[in-house]
Structure formats: structure tokens, C-alpha cells
């Protein structure tokens, strides 16, 4: 597996590390783009300069990092689980539209674990329909029909789609299906790191950790561990732990995960299609 760092760099003050062609230029200048690898020796720098210029000029050296995972064929046909990860996003979220949850049942600490009481309730006409896999701001994540039909042939419980409606007529939606797995069993192992962003201290990565352990942190930082007992087989599986805050209309989330089998089903998807896919650990 080979990580790359990718930054969304302030132009500003690109120049103070980065040479004058280094990366991609985004937003007219504004945004510089730009990837390099966790061992370059300018990542201390990186976070002294986020930092310096924060407490300074309230401006940030960088806008926003993540990590990008390439993995070999090997790795991806050897791996024994796989982490399914929603990256298209939109809006309104459910409860905006009359989905109801039960946050009297939450945790009073970290507002995790609140069940949907109802169909999950949409403008459907807000979901990206050029996407596979998409997620509200809320964290709900709904699958094209189509998709579904695929992953039920090949053996995922049928319990793991259910309906999406429309807000204004509450009809039953024929092209999404919301995924939405019953009982989370997958234990995530302490080798997982979360944390408030990429370059976080410790302590500030402590921010958002529920001390009940149901959230782990505001993002998931590292590669994923999970403990080898809790998995039994599943095609469809989803962390006991959230990740995430609960605030206003957003709400934790679990890690979802899939088969091997269904993951060669998804990784037939052509790029953009809202989502990735990731090789677990078993510890």
C-alpha cells in the first residue's frame, strides 16, 4: 500500500514551501493542490506553518488534507474485508424532509445510536444521479436501485435496503434504496486512528472521542483494523464504534463495510461514482 498526502494549500502562502510549479492551481490561484509523500521532510514544516499562521493572521497555510491509498492487485484480491467509504454528498438531510429519529434513546454525551424510526424521506431530485453510492449531510446512505438488485443477487440480506420516500408524496422512491445495516457487530480494533484532521496532536484528537467509547473522533485518520472475531462473514457489516459529531442536523456514523465478494461487484463501477473502497486488517 503506498499513502499520499493531499493538500488543499492557501495560494497566499504556497510559495513559503512549495516551488513556483508545484502542484495544481485551483479557484484562480486561490487553492493550490497539492500531493506529496508522508516521509517528505517538509511535513513538520507543514503543520508549524497551519499553525503559526492560524494563531497569526487567522489564516490557514492549508484548507483541507487527506490521505490517498493505492493498494496492489494483490493486496486487493488477497484482502478479507473491505471498507466501503460514501464520499457524494448532498442536501437537504432526511430529517429536514420527515424522517424521525429517537434521540431520547441516544448517548447523552455524544448523541450517537439514535434509531431511525421511520422511512428515510428525501428530495430525490437533490440526489446525485449520476452516482452509485451518496450520502446526506446527516450521514444516510442511499444506493441506486439497480445497484441493490446487484449485491441482493449475489447474497446480501435484503434487510440491508430499505425504502426511500419522497417528502412531498411520501411515494416509495423505484430508482434508490436506502443502506442501512440492522445489527452492527464489527468490532474496530485500537489500531484504527481517528482524530480531528491529518496533523491533529493527540489531544486535540481527543476533542470529539466519546468517553463511553461510541465515538472514536471526528474522522477516521488511518487505514482500518478490526478485530477478527467480531466479523463472521457478513456481505454487508457495519462498525459497533461512529465516527463523527453530533451537531444540528449532522449525526455520527458507522463504518460500513463489504464482502470481497460484493467488493469485485463495486470495483466494476467506473470512477465518480460517489464512493471507494478500501482493504481492512484483521488484528
Not at 126 to 148: C, D, F, H, Q
Amino acid at each position: 500500500m503506498r499513502e499520499t498526502y493531499e493538500l488543499r494549500v492557501n495560494g497566499k502562502f504556497a510559495s513559503r514551501l512549495f516551488g513556483k510549479n508545484e502542484g495544481k492551481r485551483l479557484a484562480d490561484g486561490l487553492v493550490r493542490l497539492v500531493r506529496i509523500a508522508p516521509s517528505d521532510p517538509r511535513v513538520p514544516e507543514i503543520v508549524r506553518l497551519q499553525r503559526k499562521l492560524d494563531r497569526e493572521k487567522g489564516e490557514p497555510f492549508f484548507f483541507s488534507a487527506r490521505v490517498l491509498r493505492d493498494y496492489s492487485p494483490d493486496e486487493l484480491a488477497t484482502a478479507p474485508l473491505f471498507c466501503l467509504n460514501v464520499s457524494a454528498t448532498f442536501e437537504p438531510a432526511g430529517e429536514e424532509c420527515g424522517t424521525t429519529y429517537d434521540d431520547t434513546a441516544a448517548c447523552s454525551i455524544c448523541g450517537a445510536d439514535a434509531p431511525q424510526t421511520s422511512d428515510l424521506r428525501l428530495e430525490l431530485a437533490k440526489i446525485p444521479r449520476t452516482r452509485t453510492l451518496a450520502r446526506t449531510i446527516a450521514n444516510e446512505v442511499v444506493i441506486a436501485g439497480s445497484m441493490a438488485t446487484q449485491l441482493r443477487q449475489v447474497g446480501a440480506p435484503k434487510s440491508c435496503f430499505q425504502p426511500v420516500r419522497t417528502c412531498s408524496s411520501d411515494a416509495k422512491s423505484k430508482d434508490w434504496c436506502q443502506l442501512l445495516v440492522p445489527e452492527p457487530t464489527v468490532e474496530v480494533a485500537p489500531n484504527t486512528r481517528f482524530g480531528d484532521e491529518l496533523f491533529a496532536t493527540a489531544a486535540e484528537s481527543r476533542e470529539h472521542e466519546c468517553p463511553l467509547g461510541h465515538v472514536k473522533g471526528l474522522t477516521r485518520l488511518s487505514e482500518v483494523y478490526v478485530q477478527r472475531e467480531s466479523y463472521h462473514g457478513e456481505h454487508l457489516a457495519a462498525s459497533v464504534q461512529f465516527v463523527g459529531v453530533r451537531r444540528g442536523l449532522l449525526r455520527p456514523e458507522r463504518l460500513l463495510f463489504c464482502s470481497p465478494k460484493l467488493a469485485a461487484i463495486l470495483g466494476k463501477v467506473p470512477r465518480g461514482g460517489g464512493f471507494g473502497i478500501e482493504p481492512v486488517h484483521f488484528v
